[in-house]
């Protein structure tokens, strides 16, 4: 497994690549490489108006892929530009959910389009920015 410096200076690459593609060097993004209990590989917070994210890479995630298979490369690079592409919908999502705060089907149903919508952007921006 990779140490977390070796995963930091990874993304830090990819960072630098993708934030000016995306137009997202607005925003102030913090890094954070950790080992953490939950499954996802990683997880963007931020506080849209003052344009501030917090990015935070697992090094242990369980369930979003085979064990085996390390997180760095392609999947990795992906994953970073995935929650890079929720900044890019973080105003549109802080109103749906500061209008549906409590846990709601509508809130629900909305969070998992979120997901679809910023996979196919990812995928767009995979095709035209992506390896190479």
């Not at 590989?41 to 085996?68: C, F, H, I, M």
């Not at 390390?70 to 105003?91: R, V």
Request: aromatic fraction near 10%; include cysteine.
């Amino acid at each position: 497994m990779a140490s977390a410096e070796q995963v930091r200076a990874e993304v830090e690459g990819y960072l630098a690549k993708w934030v000016p593609l995306l137009g997202l060097t607005n925003w102030q993004i913090v890094l954070t490489v950790e080992k953490m209990d939950w499954g996802q590989a990683a997880q963007t917070s931020w506080e849209g108006n003052y344009r501030k994210a917090l990015l935070t890479v697992n090094l242990t995630p369980k369930d979003s892929w085979e064990p085996e298979r390390q997180l760095h490369g392609e999947l990795l690079e992906k994953t970073i530009l995935h929650e890079l592409s929720h900044l890019l919908l973080a105003t549109l999502s802080d109103c749906v959910i500061a209008e549906f705060q409590k846990e709601s089907v509508f809130r629900r149903q909305f969070e998992g389009r979120e997901e679809t919508v910023v996979d196919e952007l990812v995928s767009i921006f995979w095709r035209l920015h992506g390896a190479g």
